[in-house]
Nanobody
Framework: VQLVESGGGLVQPGGSLRLSCAAS????????MNWYRQVLGKERELVAN????????YYEDSVKGRFTISRDNSENTVYLQMNDLRPEDTAVYLC?????????????????WGQGTQVRVSS
């Protein structure tokens, strides 16, 4: 499994960025994809996720109405469009997929992560 994020950078408050995560090594179109963010010294936070078909998504409360997650299963890529960025959005943004192994009572998940892309919102 390989996840490669891109699109981060420095942006002023109110600005926009579009993050991309190119995935390979697994059946992308059959997996929910997640975007997390992490600030040094704080727990990793789930920002948004999208189901395999793209018909349902979740957003953390503070990003609702500002961020949009989408995916292109033909390109094995998941996106995070971030609008109206705020200083508190500053973080490393990481792409994640949880792959399940085993079955029944022995089912367990294994998390795979990209290397992350830094987003900094500052004037």
């Amino acid at each position: 499994v390989q996840l490669v994020e891109s699109g981060g950078g420095l942006v002023q408050p109110g600005g926009s960025l579009r993050l991309s995560c190119a995935a390979s090594g697994f059946a992308f179109s059959r997996n929910t994809m997640n975007w997390y963010r992490q600030v040094l010294g704080k727990e990793r936070e789930l920002v948004a996720n999208i189901t395999a078909s793209g018909d349902s998504s979740y957003y953390e409360d503070s990003v609702k109405g500002r961020f949009t997650i989408s995916r292109d299963n033909s390109e094995n890529t998941v996106y995070l469009q971030m609008n109206d960025l705020r200083p508190e959005d500053t973080a490393v943004y990481l792409c994640n997929v949880r792959r399940y192994r085993g079955e029944g009572k022995n089912l367990y998940g294994v998390d795979f992560w990209g290397q992350g892309t830094q987003v900094r919102v500052s004037s």
